[in-house]
C-alpha cells in the first residue's frame, strides 16, 4: 500500500493521505481518502505525455466512504498521473505505475 500526505491548500494546516493499491496496478487501482468531506466528481487518468486516456465519474467508481475502485485492463504497460477532481479544480493528484 502507498500512501500520500498532501497539503489541503496554502492557508490550510489540514492534510489529507491518500492510499492507492496494488501500485503497480495490472487489474484495478483502490484509492482510499482519509478525509470524508473531501469531494471527488470525477477520476482522471493522462499519459505521461499528459493526455487524458481515461475518466471515471467517481460517484460510479465508490466502493465505499472515501473508497474508490477503478478499472486499468485497458491501459498499457506505464506510469500515469491519476487526477481526483472536484468540478474544474484539482483534489489529489498521484503517480499510478501499470504493469502486466
Known amino acids: 500500500d502507498a500512501s500520500t500526505s498532501l497539503d489541503s491548500g496554502k492557508n490550510s494546516k489540514k492534510t489529507h493521505t491518500l492510499g492507492h493499491y496494488p501500485n503497480p496496478s495490472s ?23 499528459g493526455r487524458l486516456v481515461a475518466q471515471f465519474d467517481a460517484g460510479e467508481m465508490k466502493i465505499g466512504e472515501g473508497v474508490y475502485e477503478f478499472n486499468v485492463t485497458g491501459l498499457e504497460d506505464g506510469i500515469y498521473l491519476v487526477s481526483l477532481m472536484n468540478g474544474s479544480a484539482v483534489v489529489m493528484n498521484y503517480k499510478l505505475v501499470v504493469r502486466k
Open 27 to 49: 487489474v484495478h487501482s483502490e484509492i482510499t481518502i482519509s478525509d470524508p468531506l473531501l469531494i471527488v466528481k470525477d477520476i482522471y487518468i493522462r499519459d505521461i505525455g
